[in-house]
Nanobody
Framework: QVQVVESGGGLVQAGGSLRLSCTVS????????MGWFRQAPGKEREGVSS????????FYSDSVKGRFAISRDDAKNTLYLQMNNLKPEDTAIYYC??????????????????WGQGTQVTVSS
């Protein structure tokens, strides 16, 4: 049984930082691309960032490029998202997901097979 568990969310002031973590079990983590998505109230789920197996490629949405950094530690089956210079518009539930597919220039939820329950990030102004 695959389990995907996010952690690290919380309340932070604008300009602050948070580091999200996502631990995966039940699959061979190193064989999967991993992605971060977010969903704000009343909005559709948005792809934030993704990282290919072997950390050979990454993708960032325009809204977070230059502020967020994705990384993975395959020895620990863990995915990270370092979020800096946070803005109120970054407020959302952040989800981690695993995929056997990789797209270089986009991030699509439909490609992702396994999802976590999400962690809340709230950025106050």
């Amino acid at each position: 049984q695959v389990q995907v568990v996010e952690s690290g969310g919380g309340l932070v002031q604008a300009g602050g930082s948070l580091r999200l973590s996502c631990t995966v079990s039940g699959l061979t983590f190193g064989d999967y691309a991993m992605g971060w998505f977010r969903q704000a109230p009343g909005k559709e789920r948005e792809g934030v960032s993704s990282i290919k197996w072997g950390s050979t490629s990454t993708f960032y949405s325009d809204s977070v490029k230059g502020r967020f950094a994705i990384s993975r530690d395959d020895a620990k089956n863990t995915l990270y998202l370092q979020m800096n210079n946070l803005k109120p518009e970054d407020t959302a539930i952040y989800y981690c997901a695993a995929s056997v597919a990789w797209r270089t220039s986009t991030l699509m939820a439909q490609d992702y097979n396994y999802w976590g329950q999400g962690t809340q990030v709230t950025v106050s102004s």
